[in-house]
């Protein structure tokens, strides 16, 4: 089984539609967790960073951590055509221990206009 | 701008033949990673330096040399080892302080 793991979809939503990304995980050590957007061809690049359990917004993103069921979303809302990317989730057990970030193999993002 | 830049964008090798991926980054940043990423197995971290002068290997290292000779330098050798280069190869960097890497806009490199 692996550490994280993460649908790799595709999946399809219109626009304007609120869309729910998910990953578990199975290391309860894990308390650090992130979001990464990735463009076809292009580096990630960092969305989200909450610790430990509870909510962060930041603008239509939503990121949420429930430690007790080792869950974790991202939440777009009034997705755009400009959100068709591929998300990956990322966490670790450690501050401070960018060695040790444990990805998901990312699920693909396609928002029809 | 301040950011970190891999070159180059695509790359063809033969095989038997060992390439080098240049990455730079400006943003006084202590630590630098290498990931390799493939279709449906996610990063991978091949090494990483948290300091100059000092790597470590990371899960899949062999195969693949780095150095890191200046803070803002770490470059990546594939080496004729390496039994399956062809990927999309990835490099990053890091404060040392929280959990969060930036990475740049990554490095193709095809085996013909």
């Known amino acids: 089984q692996k550490e994280v793991e993460q649908d790799p979809g595709p999946l399809s939503v219109p626009e304007g539609a609120i869309v729910s990304l998910n990953c578990t995980y199975s290391n309860s050590a894990f308390q650090y967790f992130m979001w990464y957007r990735q463009y076809s061809r292009k580096g990630p690049e960092l969305l989200m960073y909450t610790y430990s359990s509870g909510n962060k917004e930041d603008g239509r993103f939503t990121a949420q951590v429930d430690k007790s069921s080792k869950y974790i979303s991202l939440f777009i809302r009034d997705s755009q055509p400009s959100d068709s990317a591929t998300y990956l989730c990322?966490?670790?057990?450690?501050?401070?221990?960018?060695?040790?970030?444990?990805f998901g193999t990312g699920t693909l993002l396609a928002v029809q206009p | 701008d301040g950011g970190i830049t891999q070159s180059p964008k695509y790359l063809f090798r033969k095989e038997g033949q060992n390439v080098t991926l240049s990455c730079e980054q400006n943003l006084n940043h202590d630590a630098m990673y290498w990931y390799r990423q493939d279709p449906g197995q996610g990063l991978r971290l091949i090494y990483y330096s948290q300091i100059v002068n000092d790597f470590q290997k990371g899960d899949i290292a062999e195969g693949y040399s780095v150095s890191r000779e200046k803070k803002e330098s770490f470059p990546l050798t594939v080496t004729s080892a390496q039994k399956n280069p062809t990927a999309f190869y990835l490099c990053a960097s890091s404060s040392g302080q929280g959990n969060t890497i930036y990475f740049g806009e990554g490095s193709w490199l095809t085996v013909v």
């Open positions: 990322a966490m670790s057990a450690e501050g401070g221990a960018t060695n040790k970030l444990i």
